[in-house]
């Protein structure tokens, strides 16, 4: 197995996270850089951490490659997107809070239109955008490793691209990955507990678990209270109005208040389950 780019067009998602910068950079090695048909996406939601950006803005530096950053976007009442920097990318939930407003509910664990819509979807209406790319089909890398079964043995739909998993192709595993970055000079600058990175992806997603939240609530009071806010503007929505109607976050919001410190510090005491990550 190697890290060769196929002939065909190829999208490289890359997330922002350890995982996706790791499996860029084998890319970028084993290809000496990237032919004219291969396209590194970020598709940025507005609710990424400062670090995230920076860590994007870095691997785009260090290793000499284009990164192209797109956002979610209604023009006109219809679904676009548009192509962003560092400079200039949304930090405040600007492009969820606008596909919000076109769905009028919120998405939760059985309807994840954010993934669909906010990554997925905005990558394809840029790559088939004969103003841009204009790709008619493509295979997309993602960053999925060789220990995650659950997440490479999920059912695929048919769709105009192809998904290719480098990283589970060549037994990648979170081990390498760290041995990897401990290498590296530089680092994504968010925490890592038991190889999950801290507030990776969209800091306060629903597929997190609950003690991930009840960090964040606790840590960045303000960027727990965007998603609060949320369901607190759309509760008359019913299980529409939740991003988890099993964990309300004003629930979990009390509970946090009403705790000292050391409940952060036993291991157990909130729910681990951990359900996923976009991967768009």
């Given at each position: ?256 208040d009403n705790q000292q410190d050391w409940v952060f510090e036993q291991e157990g005491y909130f729910c681990q389950k951990n359900l996923g990550e976009c991967t768009g």
């Open positions: 197995m190697s890290y060769i780019l196929p002939k065909n067009n190829v999208q490289i998602s890359f997330s922002g996270g350890r995982t996706s910068a790791f499996m860029l950079y084998k890319i970028l090695e084993a290809n000496n850089g990237l032919p004219s048909n291969a396209k590194v996406i970020f598709t940025n939601t507005g609710r990424e951490m400062e670090q995230t950006l920076d860590f994007f803005e870095e691997c785009s530096d260090r290793w000499n490659v284009n990164i192209i950053w797109l956002e979610y976007d209604v023009v006109d009442n219809k679904i676009f997107y548009k192509e962003v920097s560092h400079n200039s990318a949304s930090r405040n939930g600007e492009p969820f809070e606008k596909l919000i407003t076109k769905k009028k509910v919120l998405p939760n664990v059985l309807m994840r239109f954010c993934t669909i819509e906010l990554k997925i979807n905005t990558a394809k209406r840029y790559l088939k955008n004969p103003l841009e790319v204009g790709w008619s089909n493509w295979i997309n890398a993602v960053g999925i490793r060789f220990d995650e079964p659950d997440r490479l043995n999920r059912p695929e739909k048919k769709d105009i691209f192809t998904r290719w998993y480098p990283l589970a192709e060549n037994k990648v595993t979170s081990e390498i990955i760290n041995e990897f970055w401990k290498k590296q000079n530089f680092q994504l600058k968010l925490p890592v507990i038991k190889d999950k990175t801290i507030y990776g992806n969209c800091d306060g997603c629903f597929l997190k678990s609950e003690d991930q939240l009840a960090l964040l609530c606790r840590e960045f009071p303000e960027k727990y209270d965007w998603w609060l806010d949320l369901e607190n503007k759309h509760k008359d929505r019913g299980d529409y109005g939740f991003f988890n109607k099993a964990r309300k976050l004003s629930s979990l919001k009390d509970n946090v």
